[in-house]
């Protein structure tokens, strides 16, 4: 999909622009990083002088109905949208929102989907549903997720909420969705795939990263203590070390797969779980610290229309490419990274949709991806 119209001198810029995993790894003391990126940073809200018309064009943006979703659903219906597709747990939630969302763009047909991303058949059906009823895919934002205060586990797969969602969930959803958008694909201009990360990435100690087997490491308290902010850097963490190998595997003149943070943002729901004295503590430091929710959500349209092949496989930070949480230096091979960062359930069921993904062999271990924690 084209962005605006660039200057001499901005194509210059573009060219020296180097991806992620060529870029030296943040500062250990992140405080700087921090006040620049909240502070300092200057975020641009979205306008159709910046960006191509988005008339005639077909969204996804999943976690739709409140905070960033929402916001984000909303600049791409003022750019133009013609279809919007809300991906929501609550369809009762959905639908209010997409009430409030129709006077962005009244002429735009806006749908609200469900999708559950606590259970795999939920994710199943969505994926199966716009294979079977859209006719085209543009964009597609996974914004959904959450950062609960206390441990719990889900019923239907056993696992911790946070990793569950914010990882295993959203990885099957990326997979089973990217045949379906290459099927979709029309036009030169490929689809693209943004996933919502985070900078929490960066400052998670990863205590249990040696535990074989990993996953049910999170899922028991006396095996890995819980700690609320570090588990939910850990889930952003694992997503991005699987994003970034899964990435590699797919053509950029297929589809564009990047991530996006959209930095600490007030007026979301991410916190809603805090309660007490953690609420009111949260609800200060967001206030004092936290983007408006327009800016934050302008990091999600420019991650998807802003950036091109440049981009694919990229984390994206203040509207700019910036380094992953790794470095480069002990070989991990595609398989090796599928069977400790995902549950059976969801390795099964990628596995079973490799083919479709680029008419490539997503076992193969000829393309080597070095990660090490620093």
Known sequence: MPSHQKSGKDQAADAQLISSKEMAPLPENFGPVFFQNQFLAKIELPTKEKYADLTGKCAIVTGSNTGLGFESARQLLSLGLSHLVMGVRSLERGNAAATKLRAANPSAKIEVWQLDMETYESIKAFVCKCQDNLSLIDIVILNAGLAPVTFATIPATDHETTVQVNHMSTVL?????????????????????TLVNSMMSHLCKF??????????????TAVTPWNAEERYGVSKLLCQLFIVRLAENVKPEDIIINMVDPGLTKGTELSRHAKGITAVAAKIFFSVAGRPVDRGAATYVDAALGHGKESHGCFL???KIAPYVIIHEVPVSWKILLMTSCDPQTRSLVLHRRQGINGSDLDRDASRTQFRWR
């Open 173 to 193: 959803l990326s997979v089973l969705l990217l045949p379906v958008l290459k099927s979709k694909s029309k036009g030169q201009n490929p689809p693209r795939l």
């Open 207 to 220: 205590p249990n990263k040696s535990k074989r087997p990993m996953l049910p490491s999170f899922d028991d």
């Open 317 to 319: 930070m203040n509207c």
